[in-house]
């Protein structure tokens, strides 16, 4: 499966963002999905996944109530929603495909396929 992440861009503090990851070559239903992001001079980090069939998500407390992951399986598309936008929210965001249930799906090693990363920044 190839992963093509958008809809990033230069944004104010307190805007909201759609991120979009579209994928071809297979449907998106097989995988479980997650967003993972890298901030300037840090290591990547997970932001939250949703399972295959979009019934279940998770997101790490530090973005609770303004992130929300979706997915459209009919459009092999999963989303990204940012509200409130914060400075500290400036990274690229990569999009990440798993065929399987590993152990945590919360690591970069539980994911075969990424999209290339779209840029997100935040001015104060």
């Known amino acids: 499966v190839q992963l093509q992440a958008s809809g990033g861009g230069l944004v104010q503090a307190g805007d909201s963002l759609r991120l979009s990851c579209a994928a071809s070559?297979?449907?998106?239903?097989?995988?479980?999905m997650a967003w993972f992001r890298q901030a300037p001079g840090k290591e990547r980090e997970f932001v939250g996944r949703?399972?295959?069939?979009?019934?279940?998500?998770y997101n790490v407390a530090s973005v609770k109530g303004r992130f929300t992951i979706s997915r459209d399986n009919a459009k092999n598309t999963v989303y990204l929603q940012i509200n409130s936008l914060k400075p500290e929210d400036t990274a690229v965001y990569y999009c990440?495909?798993?065929?399987?249930?590993?152990?945590?799906?919360?690591?970069?090693?539980?994911?075969?396929?990424w999209g290339q990363g779209t840029l997100v920044t935040v001015s104060s």
């Open positions: 949703i399972s295959r069939s979009g019934s279940m998500t």
């Open positions: 990440a495909a798993a065929p399987y249930y590993r152990s945590t799906m919360q690591t970069s090693n539980e994911y075969d396929y």
């Open positions: 070559g297979r449907t998106l239903s097989a995988y479980h």
